[in-house]
């Protein structure tokens, strides 16, 4: 629990600045888009340094703020039923990905989970950005095939990551 509470109070600001400078939170938005280009899905990536003091004492994992934040941020809300949240908490080099339940019918939990750890994998060597645009990428091709763009598709969540 000590270990825990020292990764919270030593990543900061600076830490997740020098993890995701504007340059990759820019390459970020532009894949997101240019993957929401390729299906009726939507994304949402979001990156916290260390989760809110009263969600530590609470002893919340990274797993429960991926499931607050996908109901706070309105993943849960677009048309389709849609949505993934892409959480990535740098304290616990944790990522999570939530999918709607339009999504999750479709796609086996294994297939995220994949995903997560292809990830980690990027962010243990320090590839912050090369991580993050993977997971961006191969979510994309699971929304693409199970939600293929056809006709309308509007953009319901913003593609710019949301740093916390």
């Known amino acids: 629990m000590a270990n825990r509470w020292h990764r919270h109070l030593t990543h900061g600001r600076a830490v997740l600045r020098r993890a995701f400078p504007a ?6 938005e532009t894949e997101v888009g240019a993957q929401e280009a390729r299906h009726h899905g939507e994304m949402r990536f979001v990156v916290e340094a260390s989760l809110p003091l009263g969600a530590i004492l609470r002893g919340a994992s990274a797993r429960e703020r991926a499931l607050e934040l996908f109901g706070r941020l309105g993943v849960a809300g677009t048309r389709a039923r849609s949505g993934v949240l892409l959480y990535v908490l740098l304290a616990e080099r944790a990522v999570e990905i939530v999918a709607d339940r339009g999504i999750a019918e479709r796609v086996p939990q294994a297939e995220w989970q994949r995903i997560c750890d292809a990830m980690r994998a990027r962010f243990a060597g320090g590839d912050f950005e090369a991580g993050a645009l993977e997971g961006v990428r191969a979510i994309g091709a699971l929304l693409a095939q199970h939600f293929p763009a056809a006709g309308a598709n509007p953009n319901e969540l913003p ?5 916390l």
């Open 159 to 163: 593609d710019r990551p949301l740093v």
């Open 23 to 28: 340059a990759a939170l820019r390459a970020i």
